[in-house]
């Protein structure tokens, strides 16, 4: 599986940036597509993911101001920020994980780069 993360970039506290990822490549139909972000000397951490059913999960951090959602038939998650504050600041991760017959498969994207500016 590949991962195609785009839309990060510079903005200014208060303001909106989206975010998109694409999955290809032996996509299963049962899946969780979610983003992380890690700050400089920070753990990489959930910031919100997605099962292909529809359920979500967010970081405290984000909740109500970033939305999670998804296309299934593009394979496509993306995450919609607001109210973006500094400490939003980081590289942000896609990530691609389904339950094959071999067990678990995980993926990840690379990062795409937000900056929030105050």
């Known amino acids: 599986v590949q991962l195609q993360a785009s839309g990060g970039g510079l903005v200014q506290a208060g303001g909106s940036l989206r975010l998109s990822c694409a999955a290809s490549g032996s996509i299963l139909n049962t899946n969780v597509m979610g983003w992380y972000r890690q700050a400089p000397g920070k753990w990489r951490e959930l910031v919100a993911q997605m099962t292909s059913g529809g359920s979500t999960d967010y970081a405290d951090s984000v909740k109500g101001r970033f939305i999670i959602s998804r296309d299934n038939a593009e394979n496509t998650v993306y995450l919609q920020m607001n109210s973006l504050k500094p400490e939003d600041t980081a590289p942000y991760y896609c990530?691609?994980?389904?339950?094959?017959?071999?067990?678990?498969?995980?993926?990840w994207g690379q990062g795409t780069l937000v900056t929030v500016s105050s």
């Open positions: 990530r691609y994980q389904h339950l094959s017959r071999t067990g678990l498969e995980d993926y």
